[in-house]
Protein backbone atom coordinates (compact mmCIF):
# COMPACT_ATOMS: atom_id res chain seq x y z
CA UNK A 1 0.00 0.00 0.00
CA UNK A 2 0.86 3.33 -1.14
CA UNK A 3 2.28 5.58 2.37
CA UNK A 4 0.30 8.55 2.40
CA UNK A 5 1.36 12.25 2.05
CA UNK A 6 0.86 15.50 3.83
CA UNK A 7 -0.62 18.14 1.75
CA UNK A 8 1.37 20.34 -0.52
CA UNK A 9 1.71 23.76 1.70
CA UNK A 10 1.23 21.81 4.67
CA UNK A 11 4.19 20.44 6.33
CA UNK A 12 5.61 18.53 9.61
CA UNK A 13 7.34 20.39 12.07
CA UNK A 14 10.02 17.22 13.23
CA UNK A 15 11.63 17.11 16.50
CA UNK A 16 15.20 18.25 14.40
CA UNK A 17 13.24 21.91 14.19
CA UNK A 18 10.67 21.88 17.23
CA UNK A 19 13.49 23.82 19.13
CA UNK A 20 13.74 26.95 17.17
CA UNK A 21 10.01 27.02 17.41
CA UNK A 22 9.95 26.94 21.17
CA UNK A 23 12.59 29.15 21.64
CA UNK A 24 10.60 31.98 19.52
CA UNK A 25 7.76 30.80 21.68
CA UNK A 26 9.28 31.58 24.69
CA UNK A 27 11.12 34.26 23.62
CA UNK A 28 7.72 36.07 22.40
CA UNK A 29 6.20 34.63 25.83
CA UNK A 30 9.00 36.46 27.91
CA UNK A 31 8.78 39.95 25.66
CA UNK A 32 4.61 40.31 26.40
CA UNK A 33 5.00 39.37 30.16
CA UNK A 34 7.48 41.89 30.22
CA UNK A 35 5.00 44.80 28.39
CA UNK A 36 2.27 43.26 30.10
CA UNK A 37 0.53 42.10 27.11
CA UNK A 38 -1.79 39.35 28.13
CA UNK A 39 -2.64 36.74 25.51
CA UNK A 40 -5.47 35.76 24.10
CA UNK A 41 -6.48 32.42 21.84
CA UNK A 42 -9.42 32.26 19.42
CA UNK A 43 -10.44 29.36 17.02
CA UNK A 44 -9.15 28.39 13.61
CA UNK A 45 -12.70 28.32 11.93
CA UNK A 46 -14.37 31.26 11.60
CA UNK A 47 -17.75 32.45 9.38
CA UNK A 48 -16.41 33.72 6.20
CA UNK A 49 -18.45 36.96 6.57
CA UNK A 50 -15.44 37.87 9.54
CA UNK A 51 -12.78 38.10 6.86
CA UNK A 52 -15.16 39.09 3.93
CA UNK A 53 -15.86 42.36 5.90
CA UNK A 54 -12.80 42.74 7.90
CA UNK A 55 -9.89 42.08 5.51
CA UNK A 56 -12.07 42.92 2.26
CA UNK A 57 -13.58 41.14 -0.28
CA UNK A 58 -11.50 43.11 -3.27
CA UNK A 59 -7.53 41.57 -1.46
CA UNK A 60 -5.83 38.82 -2.82
CA UNK A 61 -6.64 36.88 0.12
CA UNK A 62 -10.17 36.61 0.40
CA UNK A 63 -10.79 36.98 -3.20
CA UNK A 64 -7.93 33.89 -4.23
CA UNK A 65 -6.43 32.80 -0.95
CA UNK A 66 -8.98 31.52 1.77
CA UNK A 67 -9.79 27.91 2.86
CA UNK A 68 -13.62 28.47 2.58
CA UNK A 69 -16.59 25.49 2.56
CA UNK A 70 -20.03 25.03 3.99
CA UNK A 71 -20.72 22.62 6.92
CA UNK A 72 -23.42 20.41 7.90
CA UNK A 73 -25.05 23.34 8.97
CA UNK A 74 -25.08 24.96 5.43
CA UNK A 75 -23.00 28.12 7.07
CA UNK A 76 -20.37 29.62 4.77
CA UNK A 77 -16.82 28.82 7.14
CA UNK A 78 -13.43 29.69 6.58
CA UNK A 79 -9.57 28.61 8.32
CA UNK A 80 -8.55 31.83 9.50
CA UNK A 81 -5.97 33.37 7.01
CA UNK A 82 -4.59 35.63 9.65
CA UNK A 83 -5.44 36.77 13.34
CA UNK A 84 -6.30 40.11 13.97
CA UNK A 85 -10.14 39.98 12.59
CA UNK A 86 -10.51 37.06 14.80
CA UNK A 87 -8.98 38.89 18.07
CA UNK A 88 -11.42 41.84 17.32
CA UNK A 89 -14.60 39.46 16.68
CA UNK A 90 -13.68 37.62 20.09
CA UNK A 91 -13.30 41.60 22.00
CA UNK A 92 -16.07 42.52 20.81
CA UNK A 93 -18.27 39.30 21.13
CA UNK A 94 -17.23 39.03 25.32
CA UNK A 95 -17.11 42.60 25.74
CA UNK A 96 -13.41 43.53 26.67
CA UNK A 97 -13.61 46.38 24.21
CA UNK A 98 -16.36 47.56 26.86
CA UNK A 99 -14.04 46.99 29.69
CA UNK A 100 -11.51 49.61 29.20
CA UNK A 101 -8.35 49.35 26.06
CA UNK A 102 -6.80 45.96 25.91
CA UNK A 103 -3.06 44.85 25.06
CA UNK A 104 -3.30 41.12 23.70
CA UNK A 105 -1.20 39.14 21.68
CA UNK A 106 -1.65 35.69 20.02
CA UNK A 107 0.09 32.87 18.12
CA UNK A 108 -0.85 29.77 16.04
CA UNK A 109 -1.48 28.64 12.87
CA UNK A 110 -2.93 30.49 9.79
CA UNK A 111 -4.03 29.34 6.30
CA UNK A 112 -4.07 30.81 2.79
CA UNK A 113 -3.82 28.64 -0.79
CA UNK A 114 -0.52 30.21 -2.07
CA UNK A 115 2.56 29.01 -4.07
CA UNK A 116 4.38 27.36 -1.25
CA UNK A 117 8.30 28.42 -1.15
CA UNK A 118 10.62 28.67 1.64
CA UNK A 119 9.69 30.66 4.79
CA UNK A 120 6.21 30.86 3.28
CA UNK A 121 3.18 27.78 3.32
CA UNK A 122 -0.21 26.99 3.05
CA UNK A 123 -0.55 26.33 6.55
CA UNK A 124 1.94 29.08 8.28
CA UNK A 125 2.22 30.41 11.67
CA UNK A 126 2.09 33.70 13.50
CA UNK A 127 2.33 35.42 16.44
CA UNK A 128 0.77 38.95 16.72
CA UNK A 129 0.26 41.51 19.19
CA UNK A 130 -3.10 43.87 19.09
CA UNK A 131 -3.49 46.82 21.11
CA UNK A 132 -7.48 48.10 21.17
CA UNK A 133 -8.36 51.44 22.43
CA UNK A 134 -5.46 53.34 21.88
CA UNK A 135 -5.57 56.00 19.66
CA UNK A 136 -2.34 57.52 20.84
CA UNK A 137 0.80 57.90 18.91
CA UNK A 138 3.02 56.70 21.37
CA UNK A 139 0.80 53.00 20.96
CA UNK A 140 2.16 52.96 17.38
CA UNK A 141 5.63 53.43 18.99
CA UNK A 142 5.65 51.04 21.90
CA UNK A 143 3.74 48.52 19.39
CA UNK A 144 7.09 48.49 16.88
CA UNK A 145 9.14 48.57 19.92
CA UNK A 146 8.07 45.19 20.90
CA UNK A 147 8.43 44.07 18.18
CA UNK A 148 11.70 45.22 17.02
CA UNK A 149 13.09 44.24 20.23
CA UNK A 150 11.96 40.80 19.76
CA UNK A 151 13.71 40.20 17.06
CA UNK A 152 16.87 41.99 18.06
CA UNK A 153 16.39 38.90 21.08
CA UNK A 154 16.27 36.35 18.74
CA UNK A 155 19.47 37.12 17.18
CA UNK A 156 18.08 38.13 14.13
CA UNK A 157 20.42 39.72 11.96
CA UNK A 158 20.22 42.83 9.20
CA UNK A 159 16.95 44.24 10.50
CA UNK A 160 15.15 47.60 9.10
CA UNK A 161 11.99 49.21 9.43
CA UNK A 162 9.77 50.33 6.98
CA UNK A 163 7.62 53.29 7.43
CA UNK A 164 4.54 55.17 6.31
CA UNK A 165 1.22 56.61 6.76
CA UNK A 166 -1.40 55.80 4.49
CA UNK A 167 -3.57 58.97 6.47
CA UNK A 168 -7.37 58.93 7.39
CA UNK A 169 -10.07 57.74 5.52
CA UNK A 170 -10.70 60.93 4.50
CA UNK A 171 -6.53 61.53 3.04
CA UNK A 172 -7.10 57.96 1.48
CA UNK A 173 -10.25 59.06 -0.52
CA UNK A 174 -8.25 62.07 -2.12
CA UNK A 175 -5.51 59.66 -2.80
CA UNK A 176 -7.46 57.24 -4.69
CA UNK A 177 -8.96 59.85 -6.62
CA UNK A 178 -5.32 61.04 -7.76
CA UNK A 179 -3.92 57.53 -8.02
CA UNK A 180 -6.51 56.30 -10.12
CA UNK A 181 -6.81 58.94 -12.54
CA UNK A 182 -2.81 58.77 -12.41
CA UNK A 183 -3.17 54.65 -13.46
CA UNK A 184 -5.82 55.03 -16.05
CA UNK A 185 -3.73 57.65 -17.80
CA UNK A 186 -0.49 55.13 -17.86
CA UNK A 187 -2.96 51.28 -17.69
CA UNK A 188 -1.42 50.13 -21.20
CA UNK A 189 2.02 50.16 -19.40
CA UNK A 190 0.79 48.22 -15.86
CA UNK A 191 0.96 44.34 -15.69
CA UNK A 192 -2.60 42.75 -15.50
CA UNK A 193 -2.71 42.25 -11.99
CA UNK A 194 -2.12 45.70 -11.87
CA UNK A 195 -4.49 46.95 -14.46
CA UNK A 196 -7.43 44.45 -12.29
CA UNK A 197 -6.81 46.52 -9.09
CA UNK A 198 -7.38 49.73 -10.90
CA UNK A 199 -10.88 49.60 -9.73
CA UNK A 200 -10.70 46.80 -7.21
CA UNK A 201 -7.96 47.81 -5.05
CA UNK A 202 -5.89 50.97 -6.57
CA UNK A 203 -3.55 51.43 -3.21
CA UNK A 204 -2.93 47.74 -3.67
CA UNK A 205 -0.65 48.61 -7.24
CA UNK A 206 1.67 50.58 -5.14
CA UNK A 207 2.54 47.16 -3.43
CA UNK A 208 2.98 45.29 -6.92
CA UNK A 209 6.43 43.01 -7.42
CA UNK A 210 6.33 43.50 -11.11
CA UNK A 211 9.49 45.47 -11.69
CA UNK A 212 8.61 47.16 -14.47
CA UNK A 213 5.23 48.66 -12.68
CA UNK A 214 7.45 49.13 -9.84
CA UNK A 215 9.79 51.76 -12.11
CA UNK A 216 6.69 53.29 -13.86
CA UNK A 217 5.60 54.00 -10.17
CA UNK A 218 8.36 56.24 -8.91
CA UNK A 219 6.47 58.94 -11.20
CA UNK A 220 3.37 57.86 -9.28
CA UNK A 221 1.43 60.50 -6.63
CA UNK A 222 2.35 59.86 -3.49
CA UNK A 223 -0.17 59.31 -0.05
CA UNK A 224 1.93 61.77 1.56
CA UNK A 225 1.07 64.38 -0.88
CA UNK A 226 -2.75 64.10 0.39
CA UNK A 227 -2.59 63.55 4.11
CA UNK A 228 -3.70 65.97 5.89
CA UNK A 229 -2.20 68.53 8.24
CA UNK A 230 -3.62 66.41 11.23
CA UNK A 231 -1.98 63.09 10.06
CA UNK A 232 1.03 64.69 8.91
CA UNK A 233 1.45 66.09 12.79
CA UNK A 234 0.72 62.37 13.99
CA UNK A 235 3.22 60.61 11.61
CA UNK A 236 5.57 63.27 13.12
CA UNK A 237 5.22 62.02 16.39
CA UNK A 238 5.29 58.13 15.72
CA UNK A 239 8.69 58.93 14.27
CA UNK A 240 9.76 61.19 16.77
CA UNK A 241 9.09 58.13 19.44
CA UNK A 242 11.08 55.74 17.76
CA UNK A 243 13.77 58.21 17.29
CA UNK A 244 13.75 58.54 20.91
CA UNK A 245 13.88 54.86 21.78
CA UNK A 246 16.93 54.66 18.79
CA UNK A 247 15.20 52.54 16.74
CA UNK A 248 16.59 53.02 12.96
CA UNK A 249 13.42 53.24 10.12
CA UNK A 250 13.71 54.11 6.83
CA UNK A 251 10.49 56.35 5.29
CA UNK A 252 8.45 53.80 2.34
CA UNK A 253 6.17 55.62 0.72
CA UNK A 254 5.10 52.32 -1.27
CA UNK A 255 4.18 50.66 1.47
CA UNK A 256 0.66 49.87 1.85
CA UNK A 257 0.35 46.49 3.53
CA UNK A 258 -2.07 43.98 1.93
CA UNK A 259 -5.03 44.39 4.18
CA UNK A 260 -7.81 47.06 3.74
CA UNK A 261 -8.40 47.63 7.01
CA UNK A 262 -5.04 49.64 7.82
CA UNK A 263 -4.89 53.50 8.03
CA UNK A 264 -2.40 56.02 9.23
CA UNK A 265 1.45 53.86 10.34
CA UNK A 266 2.05 51.13 8.46
CA UNK A 267 5.10 49.54 8.50
CA UNK A 268 7.22 45.86 7.96
CA UNK A 269 10.99 44.77 9.43
CA UNK A 270 12.57 43.21 7.10
CA UNK A 271 15.93 41.13 7.34
CA UNK A 272 18.34 41.16 4.53
CA UNK A 273 19.15 37.51 5.54
CA UNK A 274 16.00 36.51 3.77
CA UNK A 275 16.66 37.72 0.35
CA UNK A 276 13.51 38.45 -1.82
CA UNK A 277 10.68 37.22 1.27
CA UNK A 278 12.48 39.62 3.03
CA UNK A 279 9.49 40.67 5.89
CA UNK A 280 9.57 39.00 9.13
CA UNK A 281 7.25 41.28 10.64
CA UNK A 282 4.60 43.72 9.60
CA UNK A 283 1.55 45.83 11.05
CA UNK A 284 -0.04 49.13 11.49
CA UNK A 285 -2.95 51.19 12.65
CA UNK A 286 -6.30 49.76 12.00
CA UNK A 287 -8.85 52.69 13.87
CA UNK A 288 -12.30 51.52 11.69
CA UNK A 289 -11.88 47.76 11.87
CA UNK A 290 -13.53 47.14 15.07
CA UNK A 291 -16.75 48.97 14.41
CA UNK A 292 -16.44 47.73 10.80
CA UNK A 293 -17.22 44.26 12.76
CA UNK A 294 -19.94 45.30 15.12
CA UNK A 295 -18.37 46.78 17.68
CA UNK A 296 -18.27 50.30 18.96
CA UNK A 297 -15.51 52.93 17.39
CA UNK A 298 -12.18 52.13 19.05
CA UNK A 299 -8.70 52.69 17.50
CA UNK A 300 -6.71 49.87 17.36
CA UNK A 301 -2.81 49.01 16.13
CA UNK A 302 -0.60 45.89 15.96
CA UNK A 303 1.21 43.42 14.41
CA UNK A 304 2.13 39.55 13.08
CA UNK A 305 4.96 38.03 12.28
CA UNK A 306 5.96 34.89 10.04
CA UNK A 307 7.21 32.01 12.38
CA UNK A 308 8.20 29.87 9.47
CA UNK A 309 10.68 32.59 8.29
CA UNK A 310 11.90 33.04 11.55
CA UNK A 311 12.58 29.75 12.00
CA UNK A 312 14.54 29.43 8.83
CA UNK A 313 16.65 32.78 9.37
CA UNK A 314 17.47 30.99 13.40
CA UNK A 315 18.49 27.81 11.43
CA UNK A 316 20.62 29.69 8.44
CA UNK A 317 22.31 31.70 11.70
CA UNK A 318 23.05 28.00 13.49
CA UNK A 319 24.21 26.08 10.18
CA UNK A 320 26.82 29.38 9.79
CA UNK A 321 28.06 28.79 13.17
CA UNK A 322 28.73 25.51 12.53
CA UNK A 323 26.61 24.05 15.58
CA UNK A 324 25.85 20.57 14.93
CA UNK A 325 23.35 20.04 18.40
CA UNK A 326 19.76 21.47 18.14
CA UNK A 327 19.29 24.16 20.60
CA UNK A 328 17.66 22.79 23.90
CA UNK A 329 17.31 19.35 22.86
CA UNK A 330 20.37 18.11 24.48
CA UNK A 331 19.51 15.80 28.07
CA UNK A 332 21.94 16.80 30.34
CA UNK A 333 21.79 13.23 31.47
CA UNK A 334 21.32 9.87 29.63
CA UNK A 335 20.82 6.89 31.45
CA UNK A 336 22.01 3.49 30.40
CA UNK A 337 21.03 0.57 31.94
CA UNK A 338 21.45 -3.57 31.51
CA UNK A 339 19.93 -6.37 33.99
CA UNK A 340 16.43 -6.70 35.07
CA UNK A 341 17.55 -4.90 38.32
CA UNK A 342 19.63 -2.54 36.64
CA UNK A 343 16.57 -1.33 34.34
CA UNK A 344 14.15 -1.37 36.70
CA UNK A 345 16.15 0.93 39.56
CA UNK A 346 16.87 3.08 36.18
CA UNK A 347 13.52 4.56 36.00
CA UNK A 348 13.23 4.72 39.23
CA UNK A 349 16.50 7.28 39.24
CA UNK A 350 15.35 9.28 36.06
CA UNK A 351 11.96 9.51 37.86
CA UNK A 352 13.58 10.99 41.22
CA UNK A 353 15.94 13.06 39.20
CA UNK A 354 13.47 15.05 36.68
CA UNK A 355 11.27 15.83 39.96
CA UNK A 356 14.37 17.13 42.26
CA UNK A 357 12.63 20.30 44.27
CA UNK A 358 14.34 23.01 42.83
CA UNK A 359 17.06 21.27 40.98
CA UNK A 360 15.68 18.95 38.33
CA UNK A 361 17.23 17.51 35.50
CA UNK A 362 16.51 16.31 31.74
CA UNK A 363 16.95 12.84 32.02
CA UNK A 364 16.76 10.51 28.89
CA UNK A 365 16.66 6.83 29.45
CA UNK A 366 17.74 4.60 27.21
CA UNK A 367 14.82 1.58 26.66
CA UNK A 368 16.43 -0.26 23.92
CA UNK A 369 17.51 -3.25 26.04
CA UNK A 370 20.49 -3.10 23.62
CA UNK A 371 24.06 -3.21 25.06
CA UNK A 372 25.64 -1.05 27.00
CA UNK A 373 28.43 -0.25 24.04
CA UNK A 374 25.43 0.59 21.77
CA UNK A 375 23.69 2.40 24.30
CA UNK A 376 26.73 4.53 24.97
CA UNK A 377 27.07 5.63 21.40
CA UNK A 378 23.41 6.83 21.32
CA UNK A 379 24.25 8.34 24.76
CA UNK A 380 26.62 11.05 22.70
CA UNK A 381 24.63 11.50 20.06
CA UNK A 382 21.94 12.71 22.54
CA UNK A 383 24.46 15.77 23.23
CA UNK A 384 23.95 14.69 26.78
CA UNK A 385 26.83 15.86 28.85
CA UNK A 386 26.79 12.87 31.62
CA UNK A 387 25.95 9.08 30.92
CA UNK A 388 24.85 7.41 34.16
CA UNK A 389 25.53 3.48 34.13
CA UNK A 390 23.09 1.16 36.06
CA UNK A 391 23.17 -2.63 36.05
CA UNK A 392 22.42 -5.42 38.59
CA UNK A 393 25.24 -5.06 40.36
CA UNK A 394 25.01 -1.34 40.79
CA UNK A 395 21.28 -1.76 41.69
CA UNK A 396 22.34 -4.75 44.56
CA UNK A 397 24.96 -2.21 45.95
CA UNK A 398 22.81 1.17 46.13
CA UNK A 399 25.50 2.61 43.62
CA UNK A 400 25.75 4.39 39.98
CA UNK A 401 28.51 4.75 37.99
CA UNK A 402 28.91 8.54 35.96
CA UNK A 403 30.80 8.79 32.53
CA UNK A 404 31.95 11.96 31.36
CA UNK A 405 30.61 11.91 27.67
CA UNK A 406 32.00 15.28 25.84
CA UNK A 407 34.35 18.40 26.81
CA UNK A 408 36.81 18.63 28.78
CA UNK A 409 38.14 14.80 30.03
CA UNK A 410 35.96 13.84 27.18
CA UNK A 411 34.41 10.22 26.76
CA UNK A 412 36.83 7.43 27.99
CA UNK A 413 37.99 9.76 30.82
CA UNK A 414 37.77 8.42 34.74
CA UNK A 415 34.26 7.35 35.55
CA UNK A 416 32.94 8.18 39.35
CA UNK A 417 31.82 5.51 41.02
CA UNK A 418 28.96 6.70 43.64
CA UNK A 419 26.20 6.06 45.80
CA UNK A 420 22.75 7.30 44.27
CA UNK A 421 22.67 8.99 47.76
CA UNK A 422 25.47 10.83 46.58
CA UNK A 423 24.80 11.29 43.21
CA UNK A 424 21.14 12.69 43.90
CA UNK A 425 22.94 15.37 46.25
CA UNK A 426 24.93 16.31 43.53
CA UNK A 427 23.46 20.06 41.94
CA UNK A 428 23.61 20.39 38.47
CA UNK A 429 26.05 22.43 38.89
CA UNK A 430 28.42 20.54 40.78
CA UNK A 431 27.62 17.79 37.81
CA UNK A 432 28.61 20.14 35.06
CA UNK A 433 31.74 21.47 37.14
Known amino acids: MKPLQSLRGMVDLLPGQTPFWQRIE ?4 DHFRRAAVEEIRTPLLELTELFARGIGEATDVVGKEMYSFEDRGDRHCTLRPEGTASVVRAAIQHGLVAQGPQRLWYGGPMFRYERPQAGRQRQFHQIGLEFLGHADPRSDVEAIAIAWDLLVDLGVDGLSLELNSLGSSDDRLRYRADLVAWLEAHRERLDPDSQQRITTNPLRVLDSKNPETQDLLAGAPTLAEALSGESHERFLRVRQGLEALAIPFTLNPRLVRGLD ?50 VLLLNQAQQAQGAEQRPGAAPDLYVVSRGVQGEAHAMVLARRCRHRPGDPLAVQVDLSGAGVDKQLKRARRSGARWALLLGDEEAANGTVRLMPLHGEGGAGS ?20
Open 414 to 433: ADRLLSQAEFLALSLDQLNA
Open 261 to 310: YYGHTAFEITSSQLGAQATVCGGGRYDGLVEQLGGPPTPAVGWALGMERL
Open 26 to 29: ATAR
